[in-house]
């Protein structure tokens, strides 16, 4: 969730209607379900399905919970947790047992088994052993980072949904940066992800190192700045190899400066195929973002894409399917996780010629020079193409 910090309130124009603003989009917290925690329940394997995530960190140790906190660490940490998906549920949704509650395996995500790794050896062949375990050709890595205002447990709970959700092949794997996990910490959460840079670099190295034969990219949010940063520092460093391990980037809702975002592409030279961008103008968290910034939009919700015409991306336009703020679409509707299931679809298509994209998605498809816009039909058109 994206809102506006109140030194930034208390000095800005426009306070009174900002400050609205911002408790119409505070209010909705104390009635929601619980920020996400840890919640260590082995019994629940014989429940729920198992989704290993390994994980990369700096965030600081919790010495309470023996997990990962919210202060920073400039020490890189790796752990692997064993996630207990539920039956109960609804595809794209995610539910965490109530504080003093009881953990019930049949409708809560639960922690089954965790591990932290005395050193960066240990993780990279703990990695590697379990891609060696995927058949040759299928040895994949997705790699997940998630965005402002997250904890610890609520990032690793996403990315096991998303895994569970649209079956995604080969190992997975988490990158946790420091988000202080409060709605009032826009600042210093965008501090935290540039803070962050160093560590999801080595992170990708170690996964490349381990093994992986091809590395998927998923960021939401501020995590797809953090994102952008870290692959710009990767063609600095001209590091070839791991370039072209990397098969494709979805970035969900980035909160990104749009010139910016062009200058950090540029940087890297040819983007990794897919490069996929979800976002929509109806995205309120994101507009306050851009006036926060000063800025008329965010690339998350860019209602030209002549802007980023020159990239070869392709944006698929949420604007239908939005779900509250409309700040995570993607990841919270089924029909958006089947469209996402058949993204390997989407992009040979995109890369073939016009007919290939007939009747593949249900939508208006508009391309401009290398860019392509996908504004996506309502739900029930996308459940029935689909189907077909």
Same mark, same amino acid.
């Given at each position: 969730?994206?809102?506006?910090?109140?030194?930034?309130?208390?000095?800005?124009?426009?306070?009174?209607?900002?400050?609205?603003?911002?408790?119409?989009?505070?209010?909705?917290?104390?009635?929601?379900?619980?920020?996400?925690?840890?919640?260590?329940?082995?019994?629940?394997?014989?429940?729920?399905?198992?989704?290993?995530?390994?994980?990369?960190?700096?965030?600081? =140790?919790?010495?309470?919970?023996?997990?990962?906190?919210?202060?920073?660490?400039? #020490?890189?940490?790796?752990?692997?947790?064993?996630?207990?998906?539920?039956?109960?549920?609804?595809?794209?949704?995610?539910?965490?047992?109530?504080?003093?509650?009881?953990?019930?395996?049949?409708?809560?995500?639960? =922690? =089954?088994?965790?591990?932290?790794?005395?050193?960066?050896?240990?993780?990279?062949?703990?990695?590697?052993?379990?891609?060696?375990?995927?058949?040759?050709?299928?040895?994949?890595?997705?790699?997940?980072?998630?965005?402002?205002?997250?904890?610890?447990?609520?990032?690793?709970?996403?990315?096991?949904?998303?895994?569970?959700?649209?079956?995604?092949?080969?190992?997975?794997?988490?990158?946790?940066?420091?988000?202080?996990?409060?709605?009032?910490?826009?600042?210093?959460?965008?501090?935290?992800?540039?803070?962050?840079? #160093?560590?999801?670099?080595?992170?990708?190295?170690?996964?490349?190192?381990?093994?992986?034969?091809?590395?998927?990219?998923?960021?939401?949010?501020?995590?797809?700045?953090?994102?952008?940063?870290?692959?710009?520092?990767?063609?600095?460093?001209?590091?070839?190899?791991?370039?072209?391990?990397?098969?494709?980037?979805?970035?969900?809702?980035?909160?990104?400066?749009?010139?910016?975002?062009?200058?950090?592409?540029?940087?890297?030279?040819?983007?990794?195929?897919?490069?996929?961008?979800?976002?929509?103008?109806? #995205?309120?968290?994101? *507009?306050?973002?851009?006036?926060?910034?000063?800025?008329?939009?965010?690339?998350? *919700?860019?209602?030209?894409?002549?802007?980023?015409?020159?990239?070869?991306?392709?944006?698929?336009?949420?604007?239908?399917?939005?779900?509250?703020?409309?700040?995570?679409?993607?990841?919270? *509707?089924?029909?958006?996780?089947?469209?996402?299931?058949?993204?390997?679809?989407?992009?040979?298509?995109?890369?073939?010629?016009?007919?290939?994209?007939?009747?593949?998605?249900?939508?208006?498809?508009?391309?401009?020079? *290398?860019?392509?816009?996908?504004?996506?039909?309502?739900?029930?058109?996308?459940?029935?193409?689909?189907?077909?």
């Amino acid at each position: 969730m994206v809102t506006l910090p109140l030194s930034v309130l208390i000095g800005g124009s426009g306070l009174r209607g900002l400050v609205l603003v911002l408790v119409a989009c505070l209010l909705p917290l104390s009635a929601c379900a619980p920020r996400g925690t840890i919640t260590l329940d082995p019994e629940a394997a014989g429940v729920g399905t198992i989704e290993r995530v390994f994980v990369g960190s700096t965030r600081s =140790t919790d010495p309470e919970t023996g997990s990962f906190g919210r202060k920073r660490s400039e #020490d890189e940490q790796f752990a692997r947790y064993d996630i207990s998906v539920p039956p109960e549920r609804e595809p794209g949704s995610i539910t965490f047992p109530r504080r003093g509650g009881k953990p019930d395996p049949r409708k809560h995500f639960l =922690t =089954t088994s965790q591990q932290m790794y005395a050193s960066m050896g240990e993780f990279r062949a703990d990695v590697a052993r379990n891609l060696r375990a995927l058949p040759r050709g299928k040895r994949d890595a997705v790699i997940y980072i998630h965005g402002f205002n997250n904890t610890f447990a609520e990032g690793l709970y996403r990315i096991a949904q998303l895994t569970h959700d649209l079956d995604m092949p080969g190992v997975t794997v988490h990158y946790s940066w420091p988000s202080a996990g409060t709605a009032l910490g826009y600042v210093a959460d965008r501090d935290s992800a540039l803070f962050a840079r #160093d560590g999801l670099e080595r992170l990708l190295d170690e996964v490349d190192e381990a093994g992986a034969e091809r590395m998927l990219i998923v960021a939401h949010s501020m995590g797809s700045a953090l994102t952008m940063e870290a692959l710009r520092q990767i063609a600095i460093r001209g590091d070839t190899a791991l370039k072209r391990k990397l098969s494709g980037v979805v970035l969900i809702s980035p909160d990104i400066d749009v010139d910016l975002f062009r200058m950090q592409a540029k940087a890297y030279g040819p983007l990794p195929q897919p490069f996929l961008i979800f976002g929509s103008d109806r #995205d309120t968290l994101l *507009n306050l973002s851009a006036r926060l910034t000063g800025q008329p939009e965010r690339l998350g *919700n860019l209602s030209d894409i002549s802007r980023v015409a020159d990239l070869k991306v392709t944006f698929l336009d949420t604007h239908a399917f939005r779900e509250g703020a409309g700040h995570f679409d993607m990841g919270d *509707n089924p029909a958006l996780l089947q469209l996402l299931s058949r993204i390997v679809e989407v992009n040979a298509a995109f890369d073939a010629d016009q007919r290939g994209r007939t009747g593949l998605l249900p939508g208006v498809v508009l391309t401009v020079q *290398n860019a392509t816009q996908i504004i996506l039909a309502p739900v029930g058109a996308v459940a029935e193409g689909l189907a077909q």
